[in-house]
């Protein structure tokens, strides 16, 4: 079992910039799946970036694609979202997940995800 937490979040203004952090203990992510996704006020979870388990492949929702970044580190032990030209509408919960079985097909999907962090606050606002 892998532990997931998340830090970075805060409050910006509109127009501002990012990043997320995600640190996992109990084991390295090599051979995960990671992404991240969110939840706003009354919203459900959504997802808003992975990169797959093999290949690096990177996949991005269309409300950040431009202006999202995932990465993770060599060590694969912490992944990043690194958010750019926040606005009124990023704000939310950011939840980092990973697991190691996932397949393709579910790395958009919330129950994909065996392994999840506790959340981090973004709030964009003037």
């Known amino acids: 079992q892998v532990q997931l937490v998340e830090s970075g979040g805060g409050l910006v203004q509109p127009g501002d910039s990012l990043r997320l952090s995600c640190v996992a203990s109990?084991?390295?992510?090599?051979?995960?799946?990671v992404a991240w996704f969110r939840q706003g006020p009354g919203k459900e979870r959504e997802f808003v970036a992975a990169?797959?388990?093999?290949?690096?492949?990177?996949y991005y929702a269309d409300a950040v694609k431009g202006r999202a970044v995932i990465s993770i580190d060599n060590a694969k032990t912490t992944h990043y979202l690194q958010m750019n030209s926040l606005k009124s509408e990023d704000t939310a919960v950011y939840f980092c997940a990973a697991d190691q079985n996932i397949i393709t097909s579910s790395l958009r999907t919330v129950r994909g995800y065996k392994n999840w962090g506790q959340g981090t606050q973004v709030t964009v606002s003037s």
């Open positions: 990169i797959a388990r093999t290949g690096g492949y990177q």
């Open positions: 109990g084991r390295t992510l090599r051979g995960y799946a």
